[in-house]
């Protein structure tokens, strides 16, 4: 089992940045993946990055140059640096860890006033 803990959520304005963090815990040895996905009501939860161990970072095309995705794996933690946030990037953002199976942690809101 693997639990995780996001922070940094909050309201910024358009044009700002935020730093979501996200620390895994329990059986973190197997972990190969962390990453990061969005959600909107009534939308289908979509990937913002993952970065698999030892591998380049996967971004989506709409947050590709603005937002940064790194890990330490010594602390088992995965971030999420947000810069030159638009009102579209207003979701809740959730982490994602893949071991054996997916891991979620219980969401973090963003909102990006314009």
């Known amino acids: 089992q693997v639990q995780l803990v996001e922070a940094g959520g909050g309201l910024v304005q358009a044009g700002g940045s935020l730093r979501l963090s996200c620390v895994a815990s329990?059986?973190?040895?197997?972990?190969?993946?962390m990453g990061w996905y969005r959600q909107v009501p009534g939308k289908q939860r979509e990937l913002v990055a993952l970065?698999?161990?030892?591998?380049?970072?996967n971004y989506a095309a709409s947050v590709k140059g603005r937002f940064t995705i790194s890990r330490d794996n010594a602390q088992n933690t995965v971030y999420l640096q947000m810069n030159s946030l638009k009102a579209e990037d207003t979701a809740v953002y959730y982490c994602?860890?893949?071991?054996?199976?997916?891991?979620w942690g219980q969401g973090t809101q963003v909102t990006v006033s314009s």
């Open positions: 329990g059986t973190t040895f197997t972990i190969n993946t």
């Open positions: 994602y860890v893949w071991t054996l199976r997916a891991y």
């Open positions: 970065m698999a161990s030892g591998g380049l970072p």
